[in-house]
């Protein structure tokens, strides 16, 4: 997966072959298509595996402090300390999200259902409007992912910064409930 990821990133999703990955991970061909089909099943693997990453980290940030007012703080903080680490793989993921959509595999479902699940537990708590999560997290989800692709365009960090901090105004101002 490492060496699909590097050479889909650096050479394109078609200017890169099955047998081109198999010899970057030194392994046979057949090897290779015994674990992935064909080169869209490798490529929602990455994309599955990515998402997971994304969701261990906004978990982990939300997670970190106990005011549930202050939780999205930390967790966009998370989501773009780990945007920063794939910075060289991003373009990737938001080139191919298409390719990659089928009947078992949504890019982002995960992401948006972790997302409800968080507001569920925000609301709950008095600390967020009494909004409809299904509404609400794909509404954040987009709002990360334009702040990620706009960072995305300058990717310094005094600009991820900027981006972050402007999300956490835009995400107190649209969902915790004002004190």
């Known amino acids: 997966m490492a060496a699909g ?9 078609t200017g890169t072959t099955m047998a081109e990955i198999a010899h970057a991970a030194d392994v046979a061909v057949g090897s290779l298509y015994r674990l992935f089909p064909d080169k869209p099943a490798l490529l929602a693997e990455l994309h599955r595996t ?16 106990d005011a549930y007012e202050d939780r ?9 300390k780990e945007a920063e680490a ?3 793989i991003m373009p990737l993921y938001a080139m191919t999200r298409e390719l990659v959509e089928s009947a078992d595999f949504v890019p982002g479902h995960a992401m948006i259902e972790a997302i409800k699940a968080q507001y569920r537990e925000g ?10 999560p299904a509404v609400v ?5 987009g709002m990360v992912e334009g702040a990620m692709r706009a960072w995305m365009m300058n990717p ?10 402007d999300l956490k105004e835009l995400f107190r ?4 409930v004002a004190a």
């Open 137 to 141: 997290a794909p509404i954040a989800h």
């Open 86 to 88: 794939a910075q060289e």
């Open 123 to 132: 609301r709950a708590k008095g600390a967020y409007l009494d909004q409809d």
């Open 72 to 80: 999205f703080d930390p967790m966009i903080d998370a989501l773009m």
């Open 50 to 65: 990515m998402e997971q990453r994304f969701i261990e980290a906004m978990s982990q940030g939300w997670r970190s402090v």
């Open 156 to 165: 310094t960090a005094h600009r991820r910064r900027a981006v972050a901090a």
């Open 5 to 13: 990821e590097r050479l889909f990133a650096t050479q394109g999703y």
């Open 173 to 176: 101002r649209a969902f915790v």
